[in-house]
Nanobody
Framework: QVQLVESGGGLVQPGGSLRLSCAAS????????MGWFRQAPGKQRELVAT???????????NYADSVKGRFTISGGSAKNTMYLQMNSLKPEDTAVYYC?????????WGQGTQVTVSS
């Protein structure tokens, strides 16, 4: 079993930066994928970024087109916190951001952290 706790959300002005953190505790898997999702009010939850940890693709990252070039996902290896560095933030980035881990045949979710981008 895994517990995920997000932190780092808050209010930021357009063009600003914010770094989200996801602390994981519990089981450690040999192969797993961690990622960030977000859900804006009235919208479906969407994938933001993922990072893969296994023997062949450890650290491989993928990004949604809407955040590519602005956001960077990192960390998430054993005993490491996973981060989402968000730069050049836009009002449309406003959402609750969720940490996710897929491993051992299960998916785990954090409770989310609110990010609000507004002048």
């Amino acid at each position: 079993q895994v517990q995920l706790v997000e932190s780092g959300g808050g209010l930021v002005q357009p063009g600003g930066s914010l770094r989200l953190s996801c602390a994981a505790s519990g089981s450690i898997f040999s192969t797993y994928v961690m990622g960030w999702f977000r859900q804006a009010p009235g919208k479906q939850r969407e994938l933001v970024a993922t990072i893969v940890h296994d023997g062949s693709t450890d650290g491989r990252t993928n990004y949604a087109d809407s955040v590519k070039g602005r956001f960077t996902i990192s960390g998430g290896s054993a005993k490491n916190t996973m981060y989402l560095q968000m730069n050049s933030l836009k009002p449309e980035d406003t959402a609750v951001y969720y940490c996710n881990l897929m491993g051992g045949g299960r998916a785990y979710w954090g409770q989310g952290t609110q990010v609000t981008v507004s002048s």
